[in-house]
């Protein structure tokens, strides 16, 4: 749609109109989408078959776009009732011979009552029935195209306000959250992760940034995250996990929708880390409910004298590893929000991928592209005959697409597995509305086409030694070669030193042999 619109270069009302008729597989496929931008804009001469068509051509330079136009054209140059007319649309649009046929002679014979020859006639009514298969209903494009008027207004001018509205309105949808989020980094809005202390039930906007409404955290639930946003609002704001659970109604607020609000990262605002507070979230539980109760009955409890600093003491754990963080966030919210698991693999990725999720949709169908990411979802069906094939969800930094694997590519891709980086040769399918298209014609993880690249300039037995032990500790796809400068030879090591080239790998590799004597390329085996 996008490399549609920069070709058309709409100014008004009418330019939008056209375009939501023009973007369907059918004027697309045609070729009448191109011819209409040509003579929109003057490279190709706007000609009409009799002088009568001109007003209700004009405003589609000659092209018969809409159902109306069809109508039209039969009532004023056949003399076809509304009634009458709407029954040749309908008949063209369906393409029925028998009654076409009859159409075509009552067309013929009103156009000459009209003072029409037969021949122009006729050629009007083959125009009429070729474009009837692609014409669609100008009402409904009109109000389509006002629609997208409104609210491309308000995303050019209300950007964030807007984003937040929008990503309210699907936030039950996780894919589409996603989807949405990187969007608003497209637009360069920063999207700020749930938290207690600051966000609402919904998505809000927080000084021109978007943060993320509490109750798209999964798990979690609009009643329980409508506790905590009460809480808050007649208490002020929580500075503990003790603090947060005392104030709540754990009713709602329950174990489940704790671990996921701490996973999802809402709790960041709290003392203590995310593994801090899972450690103590029996604990303070357990404290919170029997001072719910000890209030109930009308008794006091130690938490009415002690301070806040007393309630629950932390254990002495560092934060979570950055993967368990990112894992947990894809968990909680659909979506890698503080971090992505492929940005240490950006640098290879951009030595082989020729284009990104972002830009796909802006490419015209069958643009051979080379891809790659991490696969996000594997969804496996069986064709008629019996084939297996499969539709993949891959992220890159950037977003997300489908690649779609046929079955002779599938049977040579039986490793596939969710979370694993792959690279994908094939072309640009049909776009469809949440999601640009890949059709697959060749797989491969991308540990195979990465090759680690090691330079021994005066390599003794003992390194030697402790090079077999570095890689024999992590094995994985990757091919290893050694350069000796000395002799300038290359060798290949024996597969069963094919390593998993992650950074505690590169790390003991480059204090061994040093930074500048350590390399990861990748080889297009594409």
Known sequence: MRALIRELKPTGINDLTALVALYRPGPLGSGMAEDFIARRHGRKEVQYLHPQLKPILEETYGVILYQEQVMQIASRLAGFSLGQADLLRRAMGKKQPEVLAAQ????????????????????????????????????????????????????????????????????DDTDKVALYCEECRRLGLKVLPPDVNFSEVNFSVDNGRIRFGLAAIKNAGRAAMESVVKGREEGGKYHSLADLCQRVDLRCVNKRALESMIKAGATGSLSGNRAQQMAILDMVMQEAQAYRRQQLSGQGLLWDVLPASAEISLPDLPEVAAETRLAWEKETLGLYLSGHPLAEKADILRQVVTVWSNELSDLQRNIPVTVGGLVSGCKEITTRKGQPMAFLTVEDLTGSFEVVVFPRTFAACRWLKRDQLILVKGKIGDHNEDMPKVLAEKLLPLAA?????????????????????????????????????????????????????????LKRLRDLLGEENVAVKVKNLL
């Open 104 to 171: 075509r002679k009552r067309f013929l014979e009103g156009a000459q009552d009209h003072g029409i020859t037969a021949k122009v006639a006729g050629r009007i009514f083959d125009l009429m029935e070729y474009f009837a298969g692609y014409g669609f209903n100008k009402s409904h494009s009109a109000a389509y195209a006002m629609l997208a008027y409104e609210t491309a207004y308000l995303k050019a001018n209300y950007r964030a306000e807007f984003m937040a509205a929008l990503l309210t309105s699907i936030m």
């Open 449 to 505: 086409a990465q090759v680690l690249y090691l330079r021994l300039a005066e390599p003794t037995r003992t390194d030697i030694t402790e090079l077999q032990a570095e890689l024999a500790a992590f094995p994985g796809e990757s091919p290893v070669l050694l350069f000796f400068p000395a002799d300038k030879r290359m060798i290949q090591l024996d597969s069963r030193y094919n390593a998993k080239l992650d950074n505690d790998l």
